[in-house]
């Protein structure tokens, strides 16, 4: 059995093999093979994660060192799609551990991009090995809402604010700062698009000019069969002085059934031109009345000359 180690990242390697043969008492054998996968190059960090707000060039560092009894050499370290850029190769122990630096430049808007890091070293047994580290780059906006996207208010969380004193039903919204040097105050919240009296909207403050708690309550059921608006919550903060979120509001309408038209529609007869007559159909004469054709008996082969028997007497 042989094992392609160059995909695995692991140091633990399990595989198994069934064997089956002619022995009625034990007629398949499975046979557990398990190794430790010993890398030349080790990464550690293994992936890196690049994270902070958009406008900020972002930082982060990893460390090669190796994993037997051979000696590596840096040679060569790039990125595949350029998204990073590598400051520089820095030997902390010479043959055994070298820290390298990558950097992400600002992003316009906030978003997610990756890349692959491929390094290339020199063994001290002759030959060249190589190995990858995947890099993600998250440009995060400076204030984070968690859940992002949609608040939704499903039919069948809103269907029991049809029972008189029932509770409003609730979703939370978690605003922070995306870095801790980043501080902000929340100056207002309104709703726009949406009628009044369906959405309640609350303020909790968790820490002070960092994280906040918004609260969404739909406090009373409606007629229509959802209900859509925006949630603007404006704050002090110059690079981001508002969040939006889309609020929906779906509720559980009895449908009407009309019931069905059990009268069949009338028919019309369309009465004939007068002085036309039907075309009889290809083929068919019809005969005319008191005209009445004789049926004769089947002539077969050799037959031609017989004549037909009379019919029995009753």
């Given at each position: 059995m042989s094992v392609d180690t160059s995909k695995l990242r692991t140091e633990t390697v399990r595989k198994y093999a069934t064997v089956s043969c002619n022995d009625p008492r034990q007629p398949t054998i499975r046979l557990n093979i398990h190794g430790i996968l010993r890398q030349v190059i080790k990464a550690a960090p293994n992936a890196i994660v690049l994270r902070g707000e958009a406008?900020?060039?972002?930082?982060?560092?990893?460390?090669?060192?190796?994993?037997?009894?051979?000696?590596?050499?840096?040679?060569?370290?790039?990125?595949?799609?350029?998204?990073?850029?590598?400051e520089g190769i820095v030997e902390v122990t010479a043959g055994e551990k070298y820290e390298i630096t990558v950097s992400a430049a600002p992003a316009l808007i906030p978003g997610m991009t990756r890349d692959i890091i491929n390094i290339e070293v020199m063994c001290s047994d002759g030959e060249m090995r190589s190995t990858t580290v995947p890099v993600t780059i998250d440009h995060q906006a400076p204030i984070t809402v968690i859940p992002r996207g949609n608040i939704v208010f499903q039919a069948k969380d809103t269907q029991r604010l049809k029972q008189p004193g029932s509770a409003p039903v609730k979703r939370d919204l978690q605003i922070f700062?995306?870095?801790?040097?980043?501080?902000?105050?929340?100056?207002?919240?309104?709703?726009?698009?949406?009628?009044?009296?369906?959405?309640?909207?609350?303020?909790?403050?968790?820490?002070?000019?960092?994280?906040?708690?918004?609260?969404?309550?739909?406090?009373?059921?409606?007629?229509?069969?959802?209900?859509?608006?925006?949630?603007?919550?404006?704050?002090?903060?110059?690079?981001?002085?508002?969040?939006?979120?889309?609020?929906?509001?779906?509720?559980?309408?009895?449908?009407?059934?009309?019931?069905?038209?059990?009268?069949?529609?009338t028919r019309t007869k369309v009465k004939p031109r007068p002085g036309l007559q039907p075309l009889p159909r290809p083929g068919v004469v019809k005969p005319r009345i008191g005209q009445v054709k004789p049926i004769s008996p089947p002539v077969g082969p050799g037959r031609e000359n017989q004549t037909p028997k009379p019919p029995p007497k009753p």
């Amino acid at each position: 059995m042989s094992v392609d180690t160059s995909k695995l990242r692991t140091e633990t390697v399990r595989k198994y093999a069934t064997v089956s043969c002619n022995d009625p008492r034990q007629p398949t054998i499975r046979l557990n093979i398990h190794g430790i996968l010993r890398q030349v190059i080790k990464a550690a960090p293994n992936a890196i994660v690049l994270r902070g707000e958009a406008g900020s060039q972002l930082t982060g560092k990893f460390v090669l060192t190796k994993g037997t009894e051979l000696d590596i050499t840096v040679t060569d370290v790039s990125a595949a799609k350029n998204q990073v850029t590598l400051e520089g190769i820095v030997e902390v122990t010479a043959g055994e551990k070298y820290e390298i630096t990558v950097s992400a430049a600002p992003a316009l808007i906030p978003g997610m991009t990756r890349d692959i890091i491929n390094i290339e070293v020199m063994c001290s047994d002759g030959e060249m090995r190589s190995t990858t580290v995947p890099v993600t780059i998250d440009h995060q906006a400076p204030i984070t809402v968690i859940p992002r996207g949609n608040i939704v208010f499903q039919a069948k969380d809103t269907q029991r604010l049809k029972q008189p004193g029932s509770a409003p039903v609730k979703r939370d919204l978690q605003i922070f700062a995306t870095s801790p040097e980043t501080t902000f105050n929340i100056t207002s919240i309104s709703v726009d698009d949406a009628p009044e009296g369906v959405f309640r909207i609350t303020q909790r403050k968790v820490r002070n000019a960092q994280r906040y708690v918004v609260s969404v309550e739909v406090i009373e059921s409606r007629p229509e069969r959802s209900i859509r608006g925006t949630l603007r919550i404006q704050t002090d903060l110059k690079s981001m002085p508002e969040v939006t979120a889309r609020l929906y509001a779906q509720f559980a309408v009895n449908p009407t059934r009309t019931p069905p038209n059990r009268t069949s529609p009338t028919r019309t007869k369309v009465k004939p031109r007068p002085g036309l007559q039907p075309l009889p159909r290809p083929g068919v004469v019809k005969p005319r009345i008191g005209q009445v054709k004789p049926i004769s008996p089947p002539v077969g082969p050799g037959r031609e000359n017989q004549t037909p028997k009379p019919p029995p007497k009753p």
